[in-house]
């Protein structure tokens, strides 16, 4: 079969099937939902707008219609493009120029960077050469600076036209110091030639400004010759600086010694012989008929000095810091500045003491103790002038002790016999008050507790013993109860003196046992004057050697019959009705209640052990005493009973 056959069979049977599709799609559309279908709304929404009535003739127009839209709608569409083409021919035009001028560019930019490779080359290659050379001026400016001194800086180190340095001196002695030290690192490296010059050039440098700073210290100490004077920072640190050069450092150090040292000698002058400013305060030496007040006054000028000397050091040496031996200095500076006045204090010193004796030079001899105690706080124990003030009270207690051995002889050669009061001299009271003055001269010093009870000490030795010895010879001729009695009146007034003071109980002890001892001598005479006057005493002595063996019993010995006894025992109970009655005249005359009580009651002991020895011995049956309670009717405790 053909082709036009086959075409003709296709259309045959599209001809007898149309009813059947047409028929398919009007069900489709009739089962469609228009509503629903919004490509078909927007459809008919756009008929709408150019379909003006519903009719049968538009309804056949409709298709030619649309197609007659749609072809003017394309016109327009293709006008409006031939717009855009003709446009971007244009660019299209401006473009293809651009491209043909670049290109001519590009061409003469290869000719030109084949021309200009050579010139990149130099050009990159000083570049390089020119980092290099601003690497290396950076290196030597700062080797410049770490290494060389600035003209600024070599300027500090130069003294101005009037002498004085410049505030930027010590950071530039400083930076050569430290430029000194650093060549040290330059020597362990290949710039050594490079470093020996630096540091030679540095330590003449160094030398020279060291030089200038102490020919200025120099002339400032020199100047500080006045009574107050201001240590500045500038000048502590240049006087810090120094010590760098030891040497020019114990010069300087020395010069400032000196300096103060005359400054100190001629102000104490002035202060001895003219005074303050206009006369106030007045000079010393005015006082010197006060021999007190003009001592204390010189060494409290100088204690003050000392303190004041002491700040300025201090000041000076304000900028040393964690120095051990700090202390140490300040004290042998302050000692060399104040040994000056040592001279003329000690010529002064010595012409009040020779004029002096007793209470006097032991005042002095404290004041001196204790001015030599403040000031050796402040400075070395081989300065001048602790020696100075240690000979001084040496040679000052060496006289007050010499004045009270001279003291003490004079009472000795000035022996006389008790008045009849048995109260002791005018000698001797007089050397009581001495001492009483001494001592209370001690009480308002300020000395240490240990040279007090030295000095204690020291002075009983010299004058206690010697007045008991006075005492002892004055009464030498006198009866023993007189003797006791005056001993006892001496001692006493001692005792009662010193008991006022502390540090005298060693003393003290010796003369209550010497009391004592007199005591006993006056209770034994109280105890036999007692038993004399009651006619016990032969009694008391017959029984004290009877010898039962030999002589029999009492009973029998001439003087002891039951007669003599009992005559004997009614004495005895007068003097029990009325014990004062029997007591020696001289025990009146003792000075202490104390003793006088102390004493009746030793006589009374002694008295009641008589008793005691004759009650038994009477009482005794191998002594033949038939009538004992009639002859002894008391017991030895009822006598003392009453007696006490």
Known sequence: MDESEKRRAEQAAQVHSAPAHLTKKLNKILEGRIESDKELLEAMKTLSGFVKENSIRSRKNLRSEIEKRSLNLNEEFLDTFRNVKEQLDDISDIIGSMSDCSDNMLSRLNQVKLQTNELISKTNQLQNQKKNVETKLKLAEKFIQKFQLDVDEANYLVPKKDGSLHQEFFRALDKVRNIHENCKILLRTNQQTAGLEIMEQMAINQETAYERLYRWMQNECRLLCNDTVEINDFMSTAFFTLTQRPILYKYIL??????????????????????????????????????????????????????????????????????????????????????????????????????????????????????????????????????????????????????????ATRLLEKVEPPNFELLPSDEFRQTLSLIKEIFDSYSNSVVTVNTKKDDYIQILDCVVEPMVQMASLSAINLPAIDMAVYMINCIYSIHSMLSLYEYTDPKLEKLEAQIDAHLDTLSNEQGYFILSKTDLLDAYKIIQGHDKKARGPLVNVLGMDSNTLKSSMNKFDVYLSAPDNLIVPQFNLLLSSNIRTKLKQKSIRLVCDAYRLIYDAITDPENGYSNSASIMARSPDQILELLL
């Open 254 to 407: 020395d010069e400032y010694c000196n300096s103060r040292r005359n400054a100190i000698v001629k102000l104490f002058i002035d202060a001895l012989t003219k005074g303050g400013p206009s006369g106030t305060p007045r000079p010393i030496e005015l006082n010197s008929h006060d021999p007190i007040r003009y001592l204390g006054d010189m060494l409290a000028w100088i204690h003050q000095s000392t303190a004041s000397e002491n700040e300025f050091l201090r000041s000076l040496f304000r900028k040393f810091k964690d120095n051990s031996d700090l202390e140490s200095t300040i004290k042998t500076s302050l000692g060399t500045i104040l040994d000056g006045v040592c001279r003329a204090l000690r010529v002064r010193i010595e012409q009040v003491l020779v004029s002096q004796h007793d209470t006097t030079l032991y005042k002095i001899s404290n004041l001196i103790k204790f001015y030599d105690f403040t000031i050796r706080q402040k400075i070395n124990e081989s300065c001048e002038l602790v020696q100075t003030l240690s000979d001084i009270y040496q040679l000052s207690y060496k006289m007050f002790l010499n004045s009270l051995n001279i003291h």
